[in-house]
């Protein structure tokens, strides 16, 4: 067995569970990120994964594997600079552990995360989010389920991880009626919930298994839904409320984009970024600012505030013929 077995199998339980107390989704991610590079590096070198050596996973190697993910995979630069954050980590750790491999440890650590254009953020509508709400069939169980899991997600903005993640013991509708979840950075928050939101989730609450760990939202069978089937049905209601809500037609709509929705409702309303931040779970507030650069109403309502510069009228005017004749003299 080489270096980089033990040292890679040390990275995850000694840094990651041990030292970090990295939540299962981090861990997740970079175990895929390392069986995808592995692979990778023993399809180019027909080394099995247990004997690879560090120096086999040098700069060039790692460059050609970001490369592999971007235009074999399709992975976009977000998704290729997350997995090279991966890399970089392992790499930190390697190098204390093996010096005799500093210049190939420093060579992969010196390769930059890829810069990328930004896009604005996509939201919904009032009239949008009425029309996905109304294309839930209210006569199914299905659809009685699919209608207050968009309503509580367009309200709270909770992550699709958190949604999933709710059980009938995180809601609370009683006075200061709220929902409380364990969120990403296992930060704990709560949110509170608007009385149609509270009316709604009494009515489901009267459907589901009394069991109060039980998912909030489950799965026909009893167990949590998976991200796939939101995704799926999100798509199917979009498709549905496009025949209603023309602006809805070749739109995408994700889990994500409803909680975009969530912060410039709010945005609108008024409520200053740094509370946005603190309703959404951002640890900083400067993630925020994206809804200030996506927010046409409010960039037309500065607009409006400033005066109009008095500038030339450059329309074209001819002079007077008597003019014109006694410039000509």
Not at 123 to 147: I, K, Q, S
Not at 181 to 201: E, F
Request: hydrophobic fraction near 40%; proline fraction near 5%; glycine fraction near 4%.
């Amino acid at each position: 067995m080489s270096a980089l077995a033990p040292t890679l199998q040390a990275f995850f339980t000694d840094r990651l569970i041990r030292q970090r107390d990295a939540s299962a989704n981090t861990i997740a991610a970079y175990r895929d990120t390392m069986r995808m590079l592995l692979g990778y590096v023993t399809a180019r070198t027909g080394v099995p994964p247990s004997l690879l050596d560090i120096e086999q996973l040098d700069a060039p190697m790692i460059g050609a594997f970001l490369d592999h993910l971007e235009h074999e995979r399709g992975n976009s630069v977000r998704t290729r600079n997350a997995r090279l954050s991966a890399i970089h980590s392992l790499f930190r750790f390697a190098a204390l552990a093996h010096p005799e491999h500093a210049d190939t440890i420093a060579r992969v650590l010196a390769i930059p995360p890829k810069r990328f254009d930004r896009a604005l953020v996509s939201y919904l509508t009032e009239d949008e989010v009425d029309a996905l709400l109304a294309a839930c069939n209210p006569d199914t169980w299905t659809g009685r389920r699919d209608h207050t899991f968009l309503l509580l997600a367009v309200q709270t903005g909770l992550r699709i991880s958190e949604m999933i993640a709710l059980t009938p013991s995180d809601v609370h509708l009683d006075t200061g009626a709220h929902v409380a979840c364990h969120g990403k950075g296992r930060k704990d928050r709560i949110t509170p919930l608007t009385a149609t939101t509270i009316t709604a989730l009494r009515e489901w609450l009267d459907e589901l298994d009394p069991d109060p760990s039980a998912p909030l939202f489950p799965a026909p069978r009893g167990g949590r839904l998976s991200r796939d089937a939101i995704e799926h049905r999100l798509a199917h209601y979009t498709a549905k409320a496009g025949n209603a809500c023309p602006s809805l037609q070749g739109k995408r709509i994700t889990a994500h984009v409803l909680r975009h929705t969530t912060a410039m409702r709010l945005l609108h309303a008024g409520v200053d970024t740094s509370v946005i931040a603190l309703w959404l779970g951002h640890v900083s507030v400067d993630t925020t600012q994206i809804y200030l650069h996506a927010d046409m109403t409010l960039k037309e309502k500065a607009l409006a505030r400033t005066s109009t510069p008095q500038g030339r009228d450059s329309r074209y005017r001819p002079n007077d013929n008597l003019i014109t004749w006694l410039e000509a003299l």
